[in-house]
Every structure is written in structure tokens, then in C-alpha cells.
């Protein structure tokens, strides 16, 4: 260990010698020491991969062999700041914050990894349904997979984009209907809601009772929220149409 020392003292950067020091307390159990030591390689200008390696490392050690959670949350965090957060310094970070009873740091640490899952599994999904519907042909499958992905985010463009696009497969337009409107529905987006009208009537063909509900909606959101009892009372008729012994909607045309 002298003779490693001596290589250091006179160059400090010599990752050999630095490299044979960190083994070397390590089996002596001199963990302080070695936290030390892998601090002083990682500040060196090595490749990214290695920083990181050496400063996980360094986590590690104050976690488990120091018993300081303190200095191993600050490591993480570090780390966090530098390379990004990952399944790894969530993992870490949430247990120590735990053991340290830092209760509202884990509560924003796994609310924005909540956030972010939920946005990586939503560009999966567009990613996935874009690869069915185009080379692999599989339109059903890719509107099922759109769907989902609006589940998640009822605002996606690249969702409701890749939705609006299988309107015109006949085997993928009921659910590329439902999804468009769920996510209009989900986004109190009106306007989008009353322009998938026909295309979800088209949808629900001869189901009288499932056109009726739709036209009822429309009448509904037209008269309350654009403020057209023209376009309402158009819907009120056309439903009524359907179901000329539906004593209430009678009575809705005639209002």
C-alpha cells in the first residue's frame, strides 16, 4: 500500500496505482478509505461509463459498509444530476430515503418516475401500433395498442394522430372511433368530440339504440355547450327517427 502511495504522491492521477490502491483496501476493509481513493479517480477525466461506475461504487460503500445514508442519498443524487435518473438511483434513492424518513423527497422522487414510466410506455406504444398498422399489417392490433396508449395520455398527438389514420380501414375504424372519442372525451375537447359524429354512427351501423345514444350527446353538447339549438334540435330529430315510439324524445323535439 506505501509503495502505491509514493506512485500517487507523485502522480496524483495514475490509475494504475489508484486502481491496486481501491483492491488493496478493500481487502483490508478500510472502507472509508477506499470511498476516498474511487473520489479521487472519478474526478479524474475518465470516459463517462467509468465515472459513473466508480461513483455507484461510492454510494455503495456509505450505504452498506459506512452506515451513512446521508452521504449515499448525496452520491445518488449527484449521480442523478450527471447521467440522468434510472431504474438504479430510483431503486437507491427511494430506499435510503426511507430509512432516513425523508418521506416528501420520496414522494417527489417517485412521483416524476411515475411520470416519466408513463411517458416512456406511452412512446412504446405509439412506436408498437405504428410497426402494426404499417409493415406488419396487423390494423386491429395497432388500434387496440393506440387505445392504450390514450389511456395513458388522452392528449397524445402521435395517439390520436395514428387513431385518426385507421379511420379508413373498415376492420380498425370501431376502435379507432371509441379511442378518438375517449380521448376527446378525456381533453373536454368539444369540437373534436361532435366531429367524429358520423364516423361514429358509421361505427355503431345498425345498433339503433347505440346511434340514439350518440345522437342524444350531440344534441346535448350542442345546445350546451356551442349553444346551437338548431344543430341540437337536428339531432333530437334524427333520433327520433330511429325511434319513433320514444315518447321522450318527442317530447324533447317539441321543446
Known amino acids: 500500500l506505501a509503495s502505491w502511495d509514493r506512485r500517487l504522491a507523485a502522480d496524483p492521477g495514475d490509475l494504475e496505482a489508484l486502481e491496486a490502491k481501491s483492491h488493496l483496501l478493500a481487502e483490508l476493509g478500510r472502507h472509508a478509505d477506499r470511498a476516498t481513493t474511487l473520489a479521487a479517480r472519478a474526478a479524474l477525466p475518465l470516459p463517462p461509463a467509468v465515472r459513473r461506475t466508480d461513483l455507484v461504487e461510492i454510494a455503495r460503500i456509505q450505504e452498506t459498509e459506512l452506515s451513512d445514508a446521508s452521504a449515499a442519498i448525496g452520491t445518488w443524487r449527484g449521480i442523478a444530476d450527471e447521467f440522468g435518473e434510472t431504474n438504479e438511483s430510483v431503486d437507491a434513492l427511494s430506499r435510503l430515503y426511507e430509512a432516513t424518513q425523508a418521506h416528501a423527497d420520496k414522494n417527489e422522487l417517485l412521483d416524476r418516475a411515475s411520470k416519466r414510466d408513463a411517458e416512456r410506455a406511452v412512446q412504446m406504444l405509439v412506436r408498437l401500433a405504428a410497426l402494426r398498422a404499417g409493415p406488419l399489417g396487423d390494423v386491429d392490433s395497432a388500434a387496440r395498442l393506440y387505445h392504450e396508449a390514450i389511456r395513458l395520455d388522452p392528449g397524445h398527438a402521435g395517439a390520436r394522430g395514428g387513431l385518426a389514420t385507421l379511420l379508413e380501414v373498415p376492420s380498425a375504424k370501431a376502435g379507432a372511433v371509441e379511442g378518438l372519442a375517449e380521448a376527446a372525451r378525456r381533453t373536454d375537447d368539444v ?65
Open 191 to 255: 369540437d373534436a368530440l361532435l366531429g367524429l359524429l358520423p364516423n361514429r354512427l358509421d361505427a355503431a351501423g345498425s345498433d339503433a339504440r347505440g346511434r340514439v345514444r350518440l345522437l342524444r350527446e350531440a344534441a346535448q353538447l350542442e345546445e350546451q355547450r356551442r349553444g346551437d339549438q338548431a344543430r341540437a334540435f337536428e339531432h333530437v330529430r334524427d333520433a327520433f327517427a330511429l325511434t319513433p315510439e320514444d315518447d321522450a324524445l318527442e317530447r324533447e323535439m317539441m321543446r
